[in-house]
């Protein structure tokens, strides 16, 4: 739909619900899938959109019983009955701006998982390494997208900057890890009849 004439929106909602028992242990587990998303023209050639989204991811059944099986002489996997499903939130900023020898992209998108099932490796004192899940504390994900293009001399000379910066921070029950990367590309392309000369 379209609020104040000018703001355009999308809602929808989902749902599941899922159950199994496995002796003593029992799960019953109910997701919803919320997403909302809104665009709104700012200025002329300017449009600024947000998409919302939450979910919620279970874990296979092998992954919640109170099984363990040996995988060879060293290491052994156990699942866990107390897994929980995972939440995962995902929020996506755009910005867009288009002129006729200009344009502008703009883009932020976060994923945030909150309570993880994560891979925890315990060794014992006879040396066997275990390998379970358990719900840790976040594994999260930032990354910001900027382009940019402009016409020097139209059909004939063009110009571009690229730029994504990328924040990881997983944080486990008992490590931290965080790492950040920065990647750039900027082209130059020009036009000359059947050949096409390009510099980056």
Same mark, same amino acid.
């Given at each position: /739909? ?6 355009? =929106?999308?809602?929808?909602? /989902?749902? !599941? ?32 959109? =947000? ?61 945030? &998982? ?10 014992? !004192? ?8 358990? &719900? ?18 139209? *059909?004939?000379?063009?110009? !571009? ?12 029950? *008992? ?5 950040? !990367? ?6 130059? &392309? ?11």
């Amino acid at each position: /739909g379209t609020l104040f004439k000018r703001l355009q =929106y999308c809602a929808r909602l /989902g749902g !599941s619900r899922r159950y199994y028992r496995q002796g003593v242990h029992q799960h019953d587990f109910h997701v919803f899938r919320p997403r909302v998303k809104v665009s709104a023209p700012l200025s002329k050639g300017m449009r600024l959109s =947000y998409d919302y989204q939450r979910s919620m991811r279970t874990s296979q059944i092998a992954l919640v019983n109170d099984v363990a099986f040996r995988l060879n002489s060293m290491e052994m996997q156990m699942g866990n009955p107390e897994l929980k499903p995972t939440a995962v939130t995902e929020h996506t900023l755009q910005a867009n701006y288009n002129m006729p020898r200009l344009t502008v992209q703009l883009e932020c998108y976060a994923k945030l &998982n909150h309570r993880p099932n994560m891979h925890r490796y315990i060794r014992t !004192s006879d040396n066997l390494f275990i390998d379970t899940q358990e &719900n840790q504390q976040h594994c999260d994900v930032l990354v910001g997208n900027g382009y940019v293009r402009y016409d020097i001399i139209p *059909d004939r000379l063009d110009a !571009s900057l690229a730029c994504t910066y990328a924040h990881f921070d997983n944080r486990g029950n *008992d490590y931290h890890h965080c790492f950040n !990367s920065v990647e750039g590309t900027m082209m130059v &392309n020009a036009y000359l009849g059947n050949w096409t000369l390009m510099a980056y």
